[in-house]
């Protein structure tokens, strides 16, 4: 029964983060990555600076944070695609700092990007079974003799299409990735990152620019990677979507994690306030405060009426 | 007018030596850049490593005909890793002023003064080409239909040419339907997303990087057959960017186009310029001169690409859909 499952499969995630500290990089029961210091400058500017986070497998976690904060910065020191200039991190135990970011990838953490990369001039299932690993074919002698790989490229087909069946594309099988819409290439990104097998899944902002019929479905497959056992780690602005489907939330700004917590809290957290506010307005106007405001610009408005009145 | 003139040359044109010395160097260059996306602006190159590893091998050095082979064709790999290595993880354009730069660097090393014991200097180096020919299985005469032909050195060096041509059409078409080619038309797509799904994008670059320089160097060893010589300044720039012409002329990324393209280059080059003399000559035109034919043809031939570009931007195979995806 998938719905039995369904609700185990959360059941255990949340289960997992009960009674965890909403302090920024608490230790999760079981973490599937864990990064330590990990720091990336541009120039003076520190786009990222993280003490220390964990992940928690079978979970989905979502991070969030005001635009600039580093969160596609993160993403790409953890994934290979940029070199920070310290700290550490492992997948499964394994330490990953300094892998390349295939290599990355074929550990089984998976990302996909803020700005869809979808392969324009590769039909969609060309894109879908590109994801797929180990491929006998992508030797170069393999290559010359189709018969050495025809058989293996037939099973990735298979799992291609189903999958395509799954994020409504096989109508676009043949078509060119690049004649896709954007909400479509979103749905290509993910299904391809799928073809990999990962264990992990980073997904950058994977709702952006998909309108909210394709957000409902994009959703059900997030949740659904969960229910296969796959972590997913998202970049997400819309708060209604990370209340939606995620577990724990994970909060950054100016490049370090500054909150944690349950998703349903976390938007009242002060920090969280004062990072996509500015910490000026810490906490809510009293009522004295706001009439005292009013007065203020009342008396600067008719001081400047007074001015021009006076110069006439 | 000498019509026969102009048709003969026309149709030896068609399938004459320049194609399948431009040939082969555009099906290197489709690999490069119509498959892969590599800016590979030093084709030209990888053609002089190949003729001279020839002709030095067998001349100065004195040994067989086939370890000369092996010598160009081990000089075009050893180029291939030399080149890219410190360019390959780089920008695309970065190859590209490498490229252009080592292609140019390459000639002079082989024109210099220092050099000419052993390269030749701006003479080249000639006499390699007896051991081709010693094992020229058709006897003398004239092979061909009436006026149409070739003498049994020319046939034998276009027999092997052509056969070169049709293996490596094979390989590439064999490549590029594998998953090895899906990989690298994913990494001319955009080679971050090749790379966040587990595959090496350096690996597979450098082996394209190989094999169209190997390819093109085939097109260095037909030159120098023919020819019976390598001169540094036929590898220039210019070798290079005619292949390009050719592989844009067939249609990028497809696997006949370069041979098809190379064929229409040579006819439209052959036909305008023998036809543009001829008309000189009979007092047909009489605004230029016999002299000025030369500059008149490529000022032509070049019109006609860029009415190609204007009205068949996909070149003669190309997908047009394929066109219309860039401007999205
Ligand atoms: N290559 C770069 N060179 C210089 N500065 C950069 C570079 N990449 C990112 N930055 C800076 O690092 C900071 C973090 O950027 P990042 O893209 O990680 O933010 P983000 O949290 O993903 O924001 P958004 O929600 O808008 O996507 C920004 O101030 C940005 O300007
Ligand atoms: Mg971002």
Redesign the interface.
């Given at each position: 029964m998938p719905d039995n499952q369904t609700t185990t499969r959360k059941a255990a995630a949340l289960a997992a983060f009960q009674g965890l500290e909403h302090e920024p990089g608490v230790a999760k029961p079981d973490a599937i990555l864990t990064a330590d210091n990990v720091v990336r400058r541009f120039g003076g500017l520190t786009a990222v600076d993280v003490g220390h986070v964990e992940i928690q497998r079978g979970s989905i976690t979502a991070l969030i944070g005001p635009n600039g904060a580093g969160k596609t910065t993160f993403f790409n020191q953890l994934t290979g695609f940029d070199t920070a200039d310290a700290g550490s991190w492992s997948f499964n135990g394994k330490a990953m700092n300094g892998v390349p970011a295939h290599k990355v990838a074929r550990s089984g953490m998976v990302r996909t990007f803020q700005l869809t990369k979808a392969l324009s001039k590769l039909t969609v299932m060309e894109n879908m079974r590109l994801g797929a690993q180990g491929q006998k074919g992508e030797n170069f002698f393999r290559a010359l003799i189709p018969g050495s790989w025809r058989g293996q490229e037939d099973e990735i087909t298979k799992r291609a299409e189903e999958l395509l069946v799954r994020f409504k594309l096989d109508a676009k099988s043949e078509d060119f990735a690049g004649s896709l819409s954007g909400g479509q290439r979103k749905l290509l990104e993910m299904a391809r990152a799928l073809m990999v097998n990962p264990e992990l899944v980073m997904l950058d902002e994977p709702m952006a620019g998909v309108n909210p019929a394709l957000t409902q479905s994009l959703l059900g497959h997030v949740k659904d990677l969960r229910e296969q056992g796959m972590t997913v780690l998202f970049v997400e602005h819309d708060m209604d979507m990370v209340r939606d489907i995620s577990d724990w939330v994970i909060v950054m700004a100016q490049g370090a994690i500054i909150a944690e917590g349950p998703p349903d809290s976390i938007m009242s957290d002060h920090r969280v306030i004062d990072a996509y506010l500015g910490a000026h307005h810490d906490a809510p106007l009293s009522e004295e405060e706001l009439q005292q405001q009013l007065h203020e610009a009342e008396a600067a408005l008719e001081a400047e009426a007074a001015e021009e009145e006076a110069a006439k | 007018m000498d019509w026969l003139t102009i048709l003969t040359t026309t149709v030896h044109a068609a399938i004459g030596w320049e194609v399948v010395v431009y040939g082969l160097a555009a099906i290197g260059v489709n690999i490069h850049f119509g498959y892969t996306g590599l800016l590979n602006f030093g084709q030209a190159a990888f053609m002089a490593v190949a003729g001279y590893g020839l002709a030095v091998t067998i001349v100065v050095i004195g040994l067989p005909f086939w370890v000369g082979i092996l010598v160009g064709l081990a000089g075009a790999v050893l180029l291939a890793l030399l080149l890219g290595v410190p360019t390959l993880r780089l920008r695309a354009d970065y190859l590209a002023i490498v490229t252009i730069a080592a292609a140019e660097i390459i000639r002079l090393i082989f024109r210099s003064v220092a050099f000419k014991e052993t390269f030749g200097g701006s003479d080249g180096r000639r006499g390699f080409n007896n051991d081709f020919y010693e094992i020229n299985p058709f006897p003398p005469g004239h092979y061909g239909i009436g006026p149409f032909g070739f003498n049994e050195r020319t046939f034998w060096l276009l027999v092997v040419g052509w056969v070169t041509l049709a293996v490596c059409c094979a390989?590439v078409y064999?490549?590029m339907?594998?998953?090895?080619?899906?990989?690298l038309?994913?990494i001319?797509?955009?080679e971050?997303?090749?790379?966040?799904?587990?595959?090496?994008?350096f690996s597979y670059k450098m082996?394209s990087l190989i094999?169209g320089g190997v390819i093109g160097a085939l097109g260095g060893f037909f030159y120098g057959l023919y020819n019976g010589s390598v001169q540094p300044d036929v590898f220039g720039t210019e070798m290079t960017f005619f292949a390009y012409t050719i592989v844009i002329l067939g249609g990028a990324a497809r696997v006949l186009g370069p041979v098809v393209g190379a064929m229409v280059f040579w006819v439209l080059f052959v036909f305008i310029g023998n036809f543009l003399s001829e008309a000189v000559r009979a007092g047909y035109i009489t605004v230029i001169t016999e002299t000025q034919v030369g500059p008149i043809r490529y000022a032509l031939v070049g019109l006609g690409f860029i009415l190609l570009l204007v009205f068949r931007p996909q070149g003669i195979f190309g997908d047009k859909?394929?066109i219309a995806?860039d401007a999205?």
């Open positions: - | 390989v064999l490549l339907k594998s998953p090895w080619g899906r990989v038309k994913a001319r797509e955009d971050e997303a090749v790379r966040s799904l587990g595959k090496n994008v082996q094999l859909r394929e995806l999205r």
